[in-house]
Nanobody, 120 residues
Framework: QVQLVESGGGLVQPGGSLRLSCAAS????????MAWYRQGPGKQRELVAV???????NYGDTVKGRFTISRDNAKKTVYLQMNNLNAEDTAVYYC??????????????WGQGTQVTVSA
């Protein structure tokens, strides 16, 4: 069984920074792409950033230049460094990963979400 556990959310003032982490565990053979999504109040879930197995990255238009996604394969962890936060970044942030398990079955996994609130 594969699990994704996020951490690092919280309350931050506008202009501040937060770093989210998402650790994968369980019967993992290979982690392919990893990504962060978010869902703000009354909004649809949207892609924030994605990093491939080859470390190529892509970002949503609203976070380009402010957020950075990275991964540590040895720790099976993906990070999201968020700088210059504003109220529009308030959302539940979800980790997503494309994982091949020990039985060589590939699947799409989600974390439980972590709340980020940007407010003065």
């Amino acid at each position: 069984q594969v699990q994704l556990v996020e951490s690092g959310g919280g309350l931050v003032q506008p202009g501040g920074s937060l770093r989210l982490s998402c650790a994968a565990s369980g019967s993992i053979f290979k982690i392919n792409a990893m990504a962060w999504y978010r869902q703000g109040p009354g909004k649809q879930r949207e892609l924030v950033a994605v990093i491939t197995g080859g470390d190529s990255t892509n970002y949503g238009d609203t976070v380009k230049g402010r957020f950075t996604i990275s991964r540590d394969n040895a720790k099976k962890t993906v990070y999201l460094q968020m700088n210059n936060l504003n109220a529009e970044d308030t959302a539940v942030y979800y980790c997503n990963a494309d994982i091949t398990n020990q039985y060589y079955t590939r699947g799409d996994y989600w974390g439980q979400g972590t709340q980020v609130t940007v407010s003065a």
